[in-house]
Structure formats: structure tokens, C-alpha cells
């Protein structure tokens, strides 16, 4: 079993705080979804912890929104945030950081160049796949529009903003790597083993 230390917990406690920095900077969209920037915050979680720091950093964020804290976007937060059309979404979130940090300690951490980049978009791709499917399929239920017009509401306005997203955080943690792997090496090094 992994161990939870004083350093692991302040990382978890750090990157869940980042998603709740994230989330009021949206733009509301009439499908009812908003362009966040909490989903580079969930990648960053989980290129950087890993799979078990990054979901569970990402799940402490979703849990202060369930419990009513106003983190999520538009300052809103409490159970209703999480049945409501969005809330698919916000719930995959911790998922897609277990499955892009699984894939990325698994297959990219230790790469080099292109392919250690090739890796982390490969890794979020993977991810959003997660959220997407979890974020529609509420969408759907919810609403009852057809599976064509939810892609259009919720999907298709979000691919270039996701993929830029995406292109932010694979610059953004090589250079995050070198200075969390001074601080926290060895915490990082066996929690993802």
C-alpha cells in the first residue's frame, strides 16, 4: 500500500487547491457547460503526482464542491453542481488524472524529447476521453437531446481550447518535473512505482 506522508498530502492539498484557483476563470457557453481551465489543472495533477496523488488531489477538489464549497465554475459548488449538466464532467475528472498519470508514469516519465511529449498528450487525450464520455452521457440522460446534438452542445466548441490546453501542459511540466523532483523525489518516486 502507498503511503500517505506530510510531503504527499501537502502536494495532494496543493494541486486540488490549484483546481479550485482554476475554476473562475470560465466562459459560459448556452449549452450549459462552461470552458474552464480546470481541466489543465486536473492534467497538471496527474503528469506530475501521478495516478494515485493526482486522483486523489483531484477527488479532494470534487468532494469540497459536493460538500457545497463554491469551487466550481461560476463560484458554484453543493451536490446540485454534480447532478446537474455539467456534472458528469466534473465527477470523470479524477478518473481521467488516474488514467493520464497510470499511462504517463507508465510509458512517458522517464522519455526523453518528442517522445516524452508524444507521451503526456497521448496520456490527457486518453483522459478527456474519460471525461467526455462520463460528461455525456449526463449531458444526455439529463437533457434528452440526441447523441448528435449533445456532441455539438458539449463536445465539439470544447476540442481546440482542450487541445490547446493540453499542448499548455505538456510545456508547462517537464519544467515543474525538474523542481518537484528536487523537493519531493522520493515521495514521488515511491508513491508510483
Known amino acids: 500500500m502507498k503511503k500517505f506522508t506530510v510531503k504527499t498530502i501537502v502536494l495532494c492539498a496543493m494541486f486540488a487547491a490549484l483546481c479550485c484557483a482554476t ?7 448556452p449549452g450549459g457547460v462552461p470552458i474552464t481551465l480546470q481541466t489543465a489543472a486536473v492534467f497538471l495533477a496527474a503528469l506530475l503526482l501521478g495516478p494515485l496523488y493526482g486522483f486523489v488531489a483531484v477527488l479532494v477538489y470534487v468532494l469540497l464542491g459536493a460538500v ?3 469551487v466550481f465554475a461560476g463560484f458554484s459548488g453543493g451536490i446540485g453542481s454534480l447532478v446537474g449538466m455539467s456534472g458528469g464532467f466534473i465527477m470523470s475528472w479524477p478518473f481521467a488524472a488516474l488514467l493520464a498519470g497510470f499511462i ?3 510509458f512517458g516519465r522517464n522519455k526523453k524529447g518528442v517522445v516524452k511529449y508524444a507521451e503526456m498528450i ?31 452542445a ?10 490547446l490546453k493540453m499542448v499548455l501542459v505538456a510545456i508547462i511540466v517537464p519544467v515543474l518535473e525538474k523542481a ?7 515521495e514521488l518516486a515511491s508513491a508510483n512505482a
Open 23 to 29: 475554476a473562475p476563470i470560465s466562459i459560459p457557453l
Open 68 to 70: 457545497g464549497l463554491p
Open 104 to 106: 504517463y508514469f507508465k
Open 154 to 163: 458539449c463536445m465539439v466548441p470544447f476540442i481546440p481550447g482542450d487541445l
Open 122 to 152: 497521448v496520456a490527457m487525450l486518453l483522459g478527456s476521453v474519460v471525461i467526455y464520455v462520463v460528461g455525456l452521457t449526463q449531458f444526455i440522460f439529463l437533457t434528452k437531446m440526441s447523441i448528435q446534438a449533445s456532441l455539438l
Open 180 to 186: 518537484m523532483k528536487m523537493i519531493f523525489a522520493d
